[in-house]
């Protein structure tokens, strides 16, 4: 069965740092792009950063530039994402999204559970 299990949220306060975890099961992270959303209450659902299959490509929200970087191990089937100067504003709960990259996965998508990240004095 496909899982993508998030980990590593939490309470933090601003200017702070925090690294989020991605273990996937049931695919191959060699053959999906990777990436992190959010959503906080009242707000769409936003994407955050992406990592192509190879890991030579990635791609990041204005608002994140800088802080924030998403990197992966497909050995170990993890994506990370490290946040870095974090602001109230990132608060939210942070999913896990896997989407396939060739002709053949191009349809198939999941999504983790979600791990709430809270930035708070």
């Known amino acids: 069965q496909v899982q993508l299990v998030e980990s590593g949220g939490g309470l933090v306060q601003p200017g702070g740092s925090l690294r989020l975890s991605c273990a996937v099961s049931?695919?191959?992270?060699?053959?999906?792009?990777m990436s992190w959303y959010r959503q906080a209450p009242g707000k769409e659902r936003e994407l955050v950063a992406s990592i192509t299959s190879s890991g030579g490509s990635t791609n990041y929200a204005d608002s994140v530039k800088g802080r924030f970087t998403i990197s992966r191990d497909n050995v170990k089937n993890t994506v990370y994402l490290q946040m870095n100067s974090l602001e109230p504003e990132d608060t939210a709960v942070y999913i896990c999204n896997g989407k396939g990259s060739g002709w053949y996965n191009r349809h198939i998508e999941y999504w983790g559970q979600g791990t709430q990240v809270t930035v708070s004095s």
């Open positions: 049931g695919f191959s992270l060699s053959t999906y792009t």
